[in-house]
């Protein structure tokens, strides 16, 4: 079983910056796969981010590309979120995700096998 806790959500102003972490326990962190998605109120869980154990492949939605940086630490079993320059339009709820199949581009929720609780990100304009 793995466990996945993000935090470092909050409230930002248009044009600011926020780091997301999630730290995760139980299983090999380190083979794992990891993505970050986010919800908005009445739409549906999109991806955000994801990058592979061992670093080599890195994805990104259009809409944070230039702007979201995800990055991970094996030895501390965490994954962060650099969003810069946000906009009202990431407002969301952002979720961390545990993939353990390395086959395929991992950017479809369904291909996703942990869960963390999600954290709030509000952007005022």
């Known amino acids: 079983q793995v466990q996945l806790v993000e935090s470092g959500g909050g409230l930002v102003q248009a044009g600011g910056s926020l780091r997301l972490s999630c730290a995760a326990s139980g299983r090999t962190f380190s083979s794992f796969t990891m993505g970050w998605f986010r919800q908005a109120p009445g739409k549906e869980r999109e991806f955000v981010a994801a990058i592979t154990w061992n670093v080599r492949n890195i994805y990104y939605a259009d809409s944070v590309k230039g702007r979201f940086t995800i990055s991970r630490d094996n030895a501390k079993k965490t994954v962060y979120l650099e969003m810069n320059s946000l906009k009202p339009e990431d407002t969301a709820a952002y979720y961390c995700?545990?993939?353990?199949?390395?086959?395929?581009?991992?950017?479809?929720?369904?291909?996703?096998?942990?869960w963390g609780q999600g954290t709030q990100v509000t952007v005022s304009s």
């Open positions: 995700a545990a993939r353990i199949s390395t086959a395929g581009v991992p950017t479809a929720k369904e291909m996703y096998d942990y």
